[in-house]
Structures are given as C-alpha cells and as structure tokens.
C-alpha cells in the first residue's frame, strides 16, 4: 500500500503549545466533542451480508475522503478528545490514512480506527505502532470460521486473525504500550452460540478488549431475523444469558467485554452513540449526527441528515448550528427526530443503571 505523509501538508498545522496542554491535563478541561468520527474510505472488499453497501451494491457510492476536505476539521479536531478514523468503509483503502491519523495526533487528540485486516501485513502494523494510534479495533462476526465467514463474505477468519498477531508483534517488539487491540464484533441472532468462544479467542491473541453489538441498522427487512430488537423478549433473555456468560469468562482473565442490549427506552440523552458529543463526517465532507444518517447509497438518499459541508462551511459553525443544536436538544429531552425514535442505540440493557 502506498500511504504518504505530506510534512509540508501537516506544518500547516502547529499543535497545541505546552501551556494549552498542561491545562488541560492539570485542570481537567474536558473538550466539548467526546468524538469526530470520520469516514475515510466508504470502500470495502468485504461483502459482509449486513452490511448497506452489499444490500446497495448498485447505488453504492465508493470514495475516498480526500486530505484538504480532513484538513478543514482542524477547528473541530481541536475541540474534540478523540478521532475516530473509520465508516462505511475499509479505512486503511485510503493512502491518505496516515497523514489523517497524524493530524489528529497534532491537534491534542486519542486516535483510533476500525478495520476488517485485509490490508494489515508488517509494513502496515510497523506503520500503525509508529504513528501513535492507541486503539485498533479488528471486525468480527463469529469465532470459527464457518459463522465469521457466513456473515463476513470475502473475510477470511484465518487471515482477520494473522492480522491481529501481526499488530500484536509489532506491538511487543516496539514496546508500544500506548496501543491496545480490540475487538468489534457484531453478534447476528443466528451466530448467537459462537460468541462463547471470545473471551478464549481474545486471551489467545492479547486482545484488550471486545464490544460486541447488535444489527441496530437493517439496510434490508430480511434481515430483522438476526437482530435483537427492543420487545423481542425472548431473543432479548436468551442473548442476555449467552453475554452475561461471555463477559464473566473475560472478567476472569482480566478482559474488558462490553455489550448492550435493546430492551427498555431510557429518556433523556440515551444514545448510545452519545450524539450530543459526537459528530460524523462522510468521506464526501457531509457532516451528519452519526453514521447511521449518512449512508452513501442512492436508494436511502432520503434517509440521510445532513448539517453542513465541510467544503463550503467552517465545521465549528456547522456543529452550533441552530438546527443541529435543536437536534441535539430534542433527543437529550426523549422528543428525538422521527427516523430515530425506534432505533434501537436508543434503548439500554437492564443491568446499566444510568
């Protein structure tokens, strides 16, 4: 892969001086965005068969998002804890990758991305080690190859996996105690028994930690099957029982399991996706609540949210917009938008007490 790092490029850019950031770190300013999720490639070689851009195959619009479009997000990256490099698609498509990676680290913020591992060999973990990334996340849909693969078409388990002992390598041998690896797996109601071998598959590797999710976004009715949604009571008590099972074999080893499950409608600011500190931005420069809103198929073009462009406006403006603002406002009150009332990142598993 022929990644470039354009230093001309990143000098345009001082980071924050030592007063600014020994403020921060002695009086705990905390930045007003907890997240900048932005979408660097809605490019994939998957055909994962959850997954939109499958379902959309033929209205899917693949690209890549482009350096000076990244470079207009300084002011927000500024006022954000932590970018996110990852969206629709394979981020590590997007030769730009490292140059976005390294802005973020510029501007004061934690980086971290998502990634299916195809892409991943030695150069690339080398490269990863080195560019201060602290979270690496790897896509998973089952912990044998039959239910990943089922799921995750043209995404080998066995290659998913040399991936992560190839970062972990680098890792140990750099001594990189800044970066963790993660696991993101998405838990599909017919797979449900597979997710048992995870807290095994994570102490084998050393992985950090696993977030398992649910099919929260249903780009096809079909696909309801494989869901866990709010009211499917028993679905709702058999994945409990399988997760709660999973999670106390990681506590055991010292590993870090989160899950959540539909189940009751928290009012408030219950988004999961934590949308009134968090921000999405296409690999078009389209910024959107979150990725859920901006999904780049023409057959859901009515189903997308946009705010703002990063092409002809300031970002800080975009987010304290007074639309975006009563967007906002409205979801924290439990009066959220139409299309979000049913989503199920609105709904919280019974054993959060928040």
Same mark, same amino acid.
């Given at each position: 892969?022929?990644? /470039?790092?354009?230093?001309?490029?990143?000098?345009?850019?001082?980071?924050?001086?030592?007063?600014?950031?020994?403020?921060?770190?002695?009086?705990?300013?905390?930045?007003?965005?907890?997240?900048?999720?932005?979408?660097?490639?809605?490019?994939?070689?998957?055909?994962?068969?959850?997954?939109?851009?499958?379902?959309?195959?033929?209205?899917?619009?693949?690209?890549?998002?482009?350096?000076?479009?990244?470079?207009? $997000?300084?002011?927000?990256?500024?006022?954000?804890?932590?970018?996110?490099?990852?969206?629709?698609?394979?981020?590590?498509?997007?030769?730009?990758?490292?140059?976005?990676?390294?802005?973020?680290?510029?501007?004061?913020?934690?980086?971290?991305?998502?990634?299916?591992?195809?892409?991943? %060999?030695?150069?690339?973990?080398?490269?990863?080690?080195?560019?201060? +990334?602290? +979270?690496?996340?790897?896509?998973?849909?089952? =912990?044998?190859?039959?239910?990943?693969?089922?799921?995750?078409?043209?995404?080998?388990?066995?290659? /998913? $996996?040399?991936?992560?002992?190839?970062?972990?390598?680098?890792?140990?041998?750099?001594?990189? !105690?800044?970066?963790?690896?993660?696991?993101?797996?998405?838990?599909?109601?017919?797979?449900?028994?597979? !997710?048992?071998?995870?807290?095994?598959?994570?102490?084998?590797?050393?992985?950090?930690?696993?977030?398992?999710?649910?099919? %929260?976004? $249903?780009? %096809?009715?079909? $696909?309801?099957?494989?869901?866990?949604?709010?009211?499917?009571?028993?679905?709702?008590?058999?994945?409990?029982?399988?997760?709660?099972?999973?999670?106390?074999?990681?506590?055991?080893?010292?590993?870090?399991?989160?899950?959540?499950?539909?189940?009751?409608?928290?009012?408030?600011?219950? =988004?999961?996706?934590?949308?009134?500190?968090?921000?999405?931005?296409?690999? %078009?420069?389209? !910024?959107?609540?979150?990725?859920?809103?901006?999904?780049?198929?023409?057959?859901?073009?009515?189903?997308?949210?946009?705010?703002?462009?990063?092409?002809?406006?300031?970002? /800080?403006?975009?987010?304290?917009?007074?639309?975006?603002?009563?967007?906002?406002?409205?979801?924290?009150?439990?009066?959220?938008?139409?299309?979000?009332?049913?989503?199920?990142?609105?709904?919280?598993?019974?054993?959060?007490?928040?």
């Amino acid at each position: 892969m022929g990644w /470039v790092v354009d230093e001309a490029f990143l000098r345009r850019f001082p980071s924050p001086g030592l007063r600014e950031t020994v403020k921060e770190a002695i009086f705990g300013l905390r930045r007003p965005l907890a997240c900048l999720q932005v979408e660097v490639s809605s490019r994939c070689p998957g055909r994962c068969l959850y997954c939109p851009r499958t379902v959309f195959r033929d209205s899917w619009r693949g690209r890549d998002l482009d350096r000076d479009t990244f470079g207009r $997000l300084w002011p927000l990256m500024r006022k954000s804890q932590r970018v996110h490099l990852q969206g629709w698609g394979e981020p590590l498509l997007n030769a730009e990758f490292f140059t976005f990676a390294e802005l973020a680290r510029r501007a004061g913020c934690q980086v971290s991305t998502t990634t299916c591992g195809l892409r991943l %060999d030695a150069e690339t973990a080398r490269r990863i080690v080195a560019s201060g +990334i602290d +979270i690496v996340a790897f896509s998973l849909a089952g =912990c044998d190859p039959a239910t990943h693969e089922a799921a995750r078409c043209g995404v080998g388990l066995d290659r /998913v $996996l040399q991936a992560v002992e190839t970062l972990q390598a680098e890792r140990k041998r750099r001594q990189a !105690v800044h970066l963790e690896i993660h696991f993101a797996y998405l838990l599909l109601y017919s797979a449900l028994d597979s !997710v048992a071998g995870l807290p095994a598959l994570m102490e084998r590797l050393g992985v950090h930690a696993a977030v398992v999710s649910t099919l %929260d976004f $249903l780009p %096809d009715p079909k $696909l309801a099957a494989e869901a866990i949604l709010p009211g499917e009571v028993e679905k709702i008590a058999r994945a409990e029982d399988v997760l709660s099972r999973a999670a106390a074999a990681a506590a055991a080893r010292g590993l870090a399991f989160d899950y959540a499950l539909a189940v009751r409608e928290i009012r408030g600011a219950s =988004c999961r996706e934590r949308i009134d500190r968090t921000v999405f931005v296409a690999a %078009d420069g389209t !910024v959107s609540p979150c990725v859920y809103r901006n999904v780049p198929a023409g057959a859901l073009e009515g189903r997308r949210l946009l705010f703002g462009d990063l092409r002809a406006e300031d970002p /800080v403006a975009i987010w304290e917009k007074e639309g975006f603002r009563r967007f906002r406002e409205r979801l924290t009150a439990g009066d959220p938008d139409p299309v979000c009332r049913a989503c199920p990142k609105r709904y919280r598993n019974p054993r959060d007490t928040g």
